[in-house]
């Protein structure tokens, strides 16, 4: 599959126009009427980013209020909230209005990465743009003060650049207008996404793997793999060294100590000990974190810092995943599944204050969630339309997917544009092992969107022959 993306930017300029000021426009009617009031975008995750974000358009660097270096996550979107601040003052609806515009691209890139996938299929880039358009989840993170909009926009970047210079070895065609700018571009944007959601470092791993098997002279896979890494470690590079001259430590954040404990250890004990989620938060965080951080206190002659604080933390989580290993396996596969499955209308149910009550709670059956979005308990007809039409969507769009992967065991040329971006899909949701939530899944959601539209608009073709959406040339 060998596709010029700036020549079709150029012949399909109007609709690309259309698709980003629709986009814009959906995104701004839902900001303004539902999550801009009583400053509904203002989330748990948001006060992190907003206080680093107004400290660094102060000149302050990356700390918090009192002065502190912000170690607990990745800075990049507190980043992007500083120098929105900074040019525009620190008005909040400044800044999700700017975000709003740049999210308003990603049904774009969704119809390059289409093509990426389908080079001849014009017609499906043009229908899985435009249900991106529509898409709860990108059309709800936009107007959020969340990572989601930004991280995906440059993901997807990733992935435009990465899987157009990459193809299996046993698949047909080589690559045979390989860049390695593309390459370098490829590992500039993971890592632009690895300062927003630090999955880079995990994921850098499988791309190593992955280029292997590239369908390219050894020579040349050499040279992509090291542009790749190199792109992406000028990015994040700066961001260890910042850490480790602070704290003599290298890591990204320190939110994976007490994020692990909580998400995996505590359900462990809930279980092993028949406590609520409170009994054995309380338990694990309030009573062995502390008296462990208080006993390496005590050798150590010293105040810990944030980091080793987390690094106790994992250790803790480690040990609770030792005493009950099968049920931590039980777990992880259940999360990975919420991330496949769940609705993004979650989120619009907790906005309005009815938040989800945690799966491994006494009580909480999988038939009272089902009823919970069946029934919303909300007042608001509009919101409870928008919930069924996703309840309609997300099964089209999980039956269609399904059909495609059992269609690529029959068509080879498919199999190869489906495992050019298998490895990286299971990959990214196999992090969420820890929490399975809606919003984990929009970086790859694409791909489901993508392969169930090919599906759906194939058994039109054969009934109707009406489109022609299968010509892939696996790349």
């Known amino acids: 599959m060998n596709i010029n993306l700036i020549a079709i930017l150029k012949k399909e300029k109007r609709f690309l126009l259309f698709l980003f000021l629709f986009s814009f426009f959906i995104r701004a009617i839902i900001f303004g009427f539902i999550l801009s009031k009583d400053r509904k975008y203002f989330t748990f995750d948001s006060s992190f980013h907003n206080e680093v974000g107004m400290e660094f358009s102060k000149g302050r660097g990356l700390v918090r209020v009192d002065g502190a270096y912000a170690f607990w996550k990745v800075p990049g979107y507190a980043i992007f909230l500083g120098l929105v601040y900074s040019l525009f003052g620190q008005d909040e609806l400044k800044a999700i209005f700017f975000q709003i515009f740049l999210s308003s691209f990603l049904p774009i890139l969704i119809f390059f990465l289409s093509l990426v996938l389908f080079s001849n299929a014009i017609i499906l880039a043009k229908i899985t743009s435009i249900y991106g358009v529509f898409h709860l989840g ?38 045979k207008d390989f860049s390695l700018r593309k390459s370098f571009c490829g590992g500039v944007f993971l890592g632009a996404a690895s300062l927003i959601r630090p999955v880079g470092h995990y994921l850098i791993l499988l791309l190593i793997l992955m280029m292997f098997f590239d369908n390219v002279p050894f020579i040349i896979k050499l040279k992509k793999l090291g542009l790749l890494v190199f792109g992406w470690g000028l990015i994040i590079f700066w961001l260890l060294l910042r850490n480790y001259f602070l704290t003599g430590y290298i890591f990204f954040n320190t939110m994976p100590g007490n994020h692990f404990l909580y998400y995996v250890a505590v359900p462990i004990d809930m279980y092993m000990n028949n406590n609520s989620a409170k009994e054995s938060s309380e338990k694990l965080l309030e009573k062995e974190l502390k008296e462990l951080i208080k006993k390496e206190k005590k050798d150590k002659c010293r105040k810990l810092q944030e980091i080793e604080e987390s690094i106790i933390a994992q250790k803790l989580a480690y040990n609770y995943i030792l005493k009950k290993p099968f049920l931590f396996v039980k777990n992880a596969i259940y999360n990975m599944i919420k991330t496949c499955i769940s609705f993004h209308s979650s989120h619009i149910l907790a906005i309005c204050g009815h938040y989800p009550e945690w799966c491994y709670e006494k009580g909480v059956t ?4 089902i009823k919970k979005y069946l029934f919303p308990p909300i007042k608001n007809n509009f919101l409870k339309f928008i919930i069924f039409l996703e309840i309609i969507f997300s099964f089209f769009i999980l039956v ?3 059909g495609g992967i059992i269609k690529s065991f029959f068509k080879f040329e498919f199999l190869c544009s489906v495992l050019k ?11 969420t092992f820890a929490s399975g939530i809606s919003r984990l899944r929009l970086p790859i959601e694409p791909f489901f969107i993508i392969i169930a539209f090919n599906f759906w608009l194939n058994i039109l073709k054969r009934r109707k022959g009406l489109f022609s959406v299968d010509k892939c040339n696996a790349k």
């Open 138 to 175: 990108y059309v709800l993170f936009s107007g959020l003060m969340m990572t989601e909009s930004i991280f995906c926009l440059f993901f997807l970047l990733f992935l435009i650049f990465f899987l157009s210079q990459f193809n299996f070895f046993f698949c047909k065609e080589a690559i």
């Open 366 to 369: 999988f038939n009272k969630r």
């Open 400 to 402: 269609g997917f399904a």
């Open 421 to 431: 971006f298998l490895p990286i899909m299971c990959f990214m949701i196999f992090l």
